[in-house]
């Protein structure tokens, strides 16, 4: 069956320092592949989305990869900020199928 | 131009009731997908509708039904209500439906309605 799993439900970095987030998917073959943010008690809020034959995409202190090969996306914020903290979905999408991960619960501690 | 509007924000029910959410995708928006959020399943898809008729379904019971209005506006109905329907219910609109052309569109989420089963 279809997985998604995304690394600890919880991380922990001090701020300054850059955040790597994974994404890990199974028995999925994903045209696109987005990233949502989302606060406490609010809707999720899209962030980035990458495509099967793009490698990486930067948007501001943003940066995420998908290898294919590896069945993986990361999702890396440089320069962390205390304002960065939140809780960080990926979403593969294959045709009408479009998932959302579990979700890493983030906190940049200053 | 303004976002995804849900109403109500919070809801309190009991066992056995019914309930009916609204949704108002940003304008232009044709897409309209409902998500059921809980601390243990997470973001759960329920069902999408474009141009009023639904497109894809989750697999959830028939209890959890939904319309789509010819302006967009959309409204999901919850039936016999149970304890486990407690959740946070989620609204996203886009352009286009998933899975068809120019599929790749983000999707924007309303803030939810808050619905707690007593």
């Known amino acids: 069956s279809q997985k998604i799993e995304q690394n600890s439900e919880a991380l922990n970095i001090q701020e300054g320092k850059t955040a790597t987030l994974t994404c890990n998917y199974t028995?999925?073959?994903?045209?696109?592949l987005q990233w949502y943010r989302q606060d406490p008690g609010r809707g999720p809020v899209f962030l980035l989305l990458?495509?099967?034959?793009?490698k990486e995409k930067r948007k501001e202190r943003l940066k995420v990869t998908f290898d294919t090969t590896l069945k993986q996306s990361l999702f890396h914020i440089t320069a962390s900020q205390p304002a960065d903290s939140a809780t960080y979905l990926c979403?593969?999408?294959?045709?009408?199928?479009?998932?959302f991960g579990p979700g890493t619960r983030l906190s940049v501690l200053p | 131009k303004a976002g995804v509007t849900q109403t109500p924000r919070y809801l309190i029910k009991t066992r056995g009731q019914q309930v009916t959410l609204s949704c108002s995708p940003i304008?232009?928006?044709?897409?309209v997908s409902w998500y059921q959020q809980t601390p243990g399943q997470g973001l759960q898809f329920l069902f999408e509708?474009?141009?009023?008729?639904?497109?894809n379904k989750g697999n959830f019971p028939g209890r959890f039904s939904g319309r789509q209005f010819s302006n967009s506006r959309s409204e999901m109905n919850v039936s016999t209500l149970e304890l486990g329907d407690s959740a946070l219910y989620l609204c996203?609109?886009?352009?286009?439906?998933?899975?068809?052309?120019?599929?790749?569109?983000?999707?924007?989420f309303g803030d939810g309605t808050r619905l707690s089963i007593l």
């Open positions: 996203a609109s886009s352009l286009n439906p998933r899975g068809g052309t120019d599929s790749n569109q983000p999707q924007h």
């Open positions: 028995n999925y073959s994903p045209a696109y």
């Open positions: 990458i495509r099967e034959n793009e």
């Open positions: 979403a593969p999408q294959e045709g009408q199928n479009f998932v």
């Open positions: 304008s232009g928006h044709r897409s």
């Open positions: 509708y474009f141009s009023e008729t639904q497109r």
